[in-house]
Nanobody, 126 residues
Framework: QVQLVESGGGLVQAGGSLRLSCEVSGRTFSTYTMGWFRQAPGKEREFVARISQSGGRTYYSDSVKGRFTISRDNAKNTVYLQMNSLKPEDTAVYYC???????????????????WGQGTQVTVSS
């Protein structure tokens, strides 16, 4: 059973930074393409970022490009999301997800992911 556990969320002022982590159980982490999504109250789950199995390729939504950075450490079974220049509209529950099918890097459909974490709350105050 694959488990994903996010951490690092919290309350931050606009313009601040946070780094989210997602640790994945099991021995096959390096075979997963990993993604981050977020969901604000009353809104659909939204794609944020995606990273290839080796970490060599990344893909971002337009709303976070240039402010957020996704990375991974396959030795630690962990994927990260560094969030800088945070805005109130970034407030949401952030989820990490694993894609075991090695779909193209530009895949941003949540339905394509196989495993999900429980989410971590990020709140940005103005």
């Amino acid at each position: 059973q694959v488990q994903l556990v996010e951490s690092g969320g919290g309350l931050v002022q606009a313009g601040g930074s946070l780094r989210l982590s997602c640790e994945v159980s099991g021995r096959t982490f390096s075979t997963y393409t990993m993604g981050w999504f977020r969901q604000a109250p009353g809104k659909e789950r939204e794609f944020v970022a995606r990273i290839s199995q080796s970490g060599g390729r990344t893909y971002y939504s337009d709303s976070v490009k240039g402010r957020f950075t996704i990375s991974r450490d396959n030795a630690k079974n962990t994927v990260y999301l560094q969030m800088n220049s945070l805005k109130p509209e970034d407030t949401a529950v952030y989820y990490c997800a694993a894609d075991q099918k090695a779909l193209p890097i530009y895949t941003n459909d949540a339905r394509r992911y196989d495993y999900w974490g429980q989410g971590t709350q990020v709140t940005v105050s103005s």
